[in-house]
């Protein structure tokens, strides 16, 4: 089966394309290197001893992109690219809009001349923005609070429409809670440029010494230690749910909805005293005010996915801050 892997040299992308090539699946990634590194396709290839086939464009380009499927048979299409920074989709939202919705609209056009049924779609449990409870559903109310999120929904309720109109159509969307980890071999994982945003990201630069101190954003959220509360799932367990999503597309009609989580909600606290444990080493932190826009807690109920795909996370917390450090000290240089 070839499946078609847009964004597939980034963070979760990558990742994927490790468990596909190690599942015999063939591989063809297009990416336009916007937020990741060529090298990663030696890395892949290091990694699985397989080269997938790989094309430098733009998924947005509608020329580039019919090329790809008139010289390959493409059976699925895991779509990854994207614009992914909330404060840059608050600053640049035309920016947002114009890349993610329009590279979806591509490939959707794209797959339906050339008769191609399966998509498997990144969404983000940002969909759900400020949830009315916990854990969360499938079915619980969407709304967005920022335009990084709203391209989320938007591509949603697209492809909501599209299935309706498509009966041929199987449509996985797969809403991520926290991803967070590396892969074990350290040749793969999430080396944002410039100051990160995330916290496991901004957590490592510590550990390593390129940033100060981690500020810790509010300690007076309604939650046990008073830090946000996310639930953290490690990036090599995430990119298998892609490969149970695929399972699943190829054995059913229309379109469904899941969480990727743990189920298990940890505060920023925890993540920084398992990371000091785990890495016997300090990271030091200081506590400042909540930053705009986010939420006490946050965290998956993952029942749906088991039920439906059999995917349930397997790896820990303690794993998760183990890799993203190991990944960081083995491409510290860069
Ligand atoms: N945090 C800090 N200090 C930092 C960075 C983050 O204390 O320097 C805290 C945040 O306040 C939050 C937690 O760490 O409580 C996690 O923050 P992240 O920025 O790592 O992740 P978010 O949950 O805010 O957002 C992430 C992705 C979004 C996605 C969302 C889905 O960045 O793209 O999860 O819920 F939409």
């Known amino acids: 089966m ?24 063939d591989v063809v ?46 059976d699925a299409v895991i779509h990854f690219a994207g614009y992914k920074a909330v404060g840059e989709s608050v600053s640049e939202p035309l920016k947002y809009y114009r890349n993610n919705l329009d590279s979806t609209l591509t490939l959707l056009e794209v797959m339906k ?27 619980f109310p969407l ?19 599209v299935s309706k109109a498509d009966n041929d159509l199987s449509i996985i969307v797969l809403r991520y809670f926290n991803p967070i980890g590396a892969h074990k071999s350290g040749l793969l994982g999430e ?12 957590i490592v630069r510590v550990a390593t010494k390129e940033l100060e101190i981690l500020s810790v954003f509010g300690n007076d959220y309604n939650t046990k230690d008073g830090t946000g509360v996310r639930d953290y799932i490690h990036v090599v367990d995430l990119a298998k ?35 000091e444990k785990v890495n016997n080493i300090k ?25 439906e795909l ?4 397997e790896l820990d917390i303690e794993d998760m801050c183990r890799d993203s450090y190991n990944f960081i000290i083995k491409n510290k240089s860069n």
Do not use: W
Not at 9 to 23: P, Y
Not at 30 to 52: F, G, Q, Y
Not at 148 to 157: A, D, F, P, S, V
Not at 243 to 269: C, D, H
């Open 310 to 313: 059999g995917f349930k996370a």
């Open 283 to 307: 990271v030091p932190y200081k506590i400042v005010d909540r930053r705009p826009g986010d939420i006490d807690a946050c965290y998956a109920d993952p029942t749906k996915a088991y039920k």
């Open 113 to 139: 001349e050339y008769s191609c049924h399966n998509f498997v779609f990144s969404s983000s449990a940002t969909v759900y923005g400020s949830p009315k409870e916990l854990p969360i559903k499938e079915d």
């Open 191 to 202: 080396n944002p440029k410039g100051i990160p945003n995330n916290l496991m990201p901004y």
């Open 2 to 25: 070839n499946v078609l892997v847009t964004g597939g040299l980034g963070f979760i992308g990558s990742h994927t394309c490790v468990e596909l090539l190690n599942a015999n699946y």
């Open 29 to 74: 990634i297009i990416d336009n290197l916007s937020n990741s590194s060529i090298d990663v396709l030696e890395k892949l290839e290091k990694i699985t001893s397989k080269r997938p086939k790989f094309y430098e464009i733009d998924a947005c380009n509608k020329e580039q992109v019919e090329k790809v499927f008139k010289e390959n048979k493409i």
């Open 143 to 161: 709304s967005t609070t920022n335009p990084y999120g709203t391209t989320k929904l938007m591509i949603e309720r697209i492809l909501a429409d």
């Open 241 to 275: 749910g892609h490969l149970k999503a695929l399972e699943k597309s190829t054995n059913f009609k229309g379109i469904e909805y899941y969480n990727l989580g743990t189920g298990t909600g940890y505060s920023v606290l925890d993540l920084v005293k398992t990371f």
